[in-house]
């Protein structure tokens, strides 16, 4: 599988070095026409720096590693039409206002879903800092990624590239639990300010174990998964292994 990457900046370059290591093929571009390999991403021959058009084209999973605003203006310019129904990830995180409460009106990740209609948007990686892409492990447990979105078949396959990062990601609904995203990494951000932690944070949600819920995974070079597949339900990873099943969490019993 081909990841593309849309953002050159620190968490792109810090991306695409996590999927180089793991033997992933990667295409990559920034807001600019330059496609010069920076020297950062030099010693890795899986990360190939082309026009932003290639990697669109090009990529079999597309990554939004941008400023939010930047997103949106390649958007309203066309460069994201041609999605051919393919998965997109949106890591951003639109600008927080201070006096104004973030809510359902103000997602980002909703935005993004109405503009990309040729796209199945999911809501992932925005409360992930750089420095913990490529080592996403604290206190010996891994990080926990939440992601959202509308189509099963693309959180299946955001999950499968998640455990390849080494993530335990945890399905959280519908693209409309955005907002709960953006805001949990407006929090995060704000504990690393205030602790000084220089992007090493992260959180582990325990979730019960439930092996007897149906299973659906897929893997990188995996194909998509069939109808059949995308009508089971995703099972919650369990708390002691990175690699469990994607899911919901139960229902508290009565």
């Known amino acids: 599988m081909i990841v593309g990457i849309l953002g050159r900046g620190r968490m792109g370059s810090a991306l695409a070095r996590a999927l180089a290591v793991h033997g992933q093929s990667v ?12 020297p ?28 939010f605003a930047a997103a949106v203006e390649l958007a309203l310019d066309g460069l994201l039409d041609d999605g051919r129904g393919r ?9 927080q206002s201070p006096v104004e409460p973030a809510g359902r009106g103000r997602s980002g990740g909703r935005l993004l879903a ?32 939440p992601l959202a979105g509308d189509h099963p078949p693309a959180k299946i396959e955001s999950a499968g590239l998640l455990r390849g990062l080494g993530f335990v990601p945890v399905d959280v609904g519908g693209i409309d639990r955005a907002p709960a995203l953006e805001s949990l990494a407006e929090l995060l951000m704000a504990i690393d300010n205030q602790h000084a932690l220089r992007g090493r944070l992260g959180f582990c949600l325990a979730l019960p174990d439930q092996a007897a819920m149906a299973q659906t995974s897929t893997t990188w070079g995996g194909r998509a998964p069939g109808p059949a597949a995308e009508r089971q339900r995703l099972a919650p990873p369990a708390a002691e292994s990175i690699r469990s099943p994607l899911g919901r969490p139960p229902r508290p019993s009565r």
């Open 27 to 38: 295409l990559i571009a920034g807001r600019t026409h330059a496609v010069r390999q920076p």
């Open 40 to 67: 950062v991403l030099a010693s890795h021959s899986e990360i190939h720096c082309v026009p932003a058009s290639t990697v669109v084209a090009g990529a079999d999973l597309l990554v939004l590693m941008l400023p």
């Open 87 to 95: 998965t997109v990830i949106d890591a951003t995180n639109p600008p």
């Open 114 to 145: 109405e503009l990309l209609p040729r796209w199945r948007v999911v809501k992932a990686l925005n409360t992930v800092p750089a420095g913990m892409l490529g080592e996403p492990v604290l206190g010996g447990r891994a990080v926990t990624v």
